[in-house]
Nanobody, 127 residues
């Protein structure tokens, strides 16, 4: 069973950048489609970005062009590079792994298809 640990959150001014990391252990990393989600106070958890086992990506419209998801198989790590941050990006960011080995090129978009979650890391963007 895979375990996930996020890092890299923090406080940044609007327009700044952060890179989140998610280290995976306990499973075969290459078997999992991965994703990043976020949850702001009073809001539901929402999809931010996903990456397939082959490295294909998909982004929420709200972050397209500003965020980049990537994965490093040698390091068993998935990253979220966040540029041009806005105050509305403030949230707890969660890394997730799909609950089953989807086909190689599938990007998983929906919360219920993810079975493994990290503890979250806080990102705060000040105006």
């Amino acid at each position: 069973q895979i375990q996930l640990v996020e890092s890299g959150g923090g406080l940044v001014q609007a327009g700044g950048s952060l890179r989140l990391s998610c280290a995976a252990s306990g499973g075969i990393f290459s078997n999992y489609a991965m994703g990043w989600f976020r949850q702001a106070p009073g809001n539901e958890r929402e999809f931010v970005a996903g990456i397939s086992r082959s490295g294909g990506t998909y982004y929420a419209d709200s972050v397209k062009g500003r965020f980049t998801i990537s994965r490093d198989g040698a390091a068993n790590t998935v990253y979220l590079q966040m540029n041009s941050l806005k105050p509305e990006d403030t949230a707890i960011y969660y890394c997730a792994a799909a609950h089953r080995p989807f086909s190689y090129h599938t990007v998983v978009l929906t919360t219920h298809e993810y079975g493994y979650w990290g503890q979250g890391t806080q990102v705060t963007v000040s105006s």
